[in-house]
């Protein structure tokens, strides 16, 4: 399955190295300011004023600024270990929302 059939709405210079969970960028060694800023996320999380708290990087890696969110995901999140991915992200939505937040796919 190629990158673009899992996640279809990915960055079209996004590639997954085969058979590994590591990721990469076909154009840049370094990330410039506009891929910081491209939507190149599993899940998007949203405070409760719908700010951008936090995003979910294909690997299952947090990325964010948000105290209470890092806080939340050390605690609840980041050891939890289902293999199916549809049944993680599930998981997680469910445990975001609970704790306030917004999330989108």
Known sequence: MSIFEKL???CP????????EKAYCTVHLTRPEIC????????LILDHRGRRAGR??????????????TRLWESCIENH???????W???M?????????????
């Open 8 to 10: 279809p709405h990915t």
């Open 93 to 105: 939505i469910r445990i975001l929302r609970q704790a306030g937040y917004s999330v989108r796919k």
């Open 13 to 20: 210079f996004f590639r997954h190295r085969p058979g590994s």
């Open 56 to 69: 979910v990087k294909y690997i299952r890696t947090l990325c964010s600024e948000d105290t209470l969110l």
């Open 36 to 43: 910081r800023d491209y939507g190149c996320w599993r899940l």
């Open 89 to 91: 992200e599930d998981e």
């Open 81 to 87: 270990r289902e293999p199916d991915d549809k049944k």
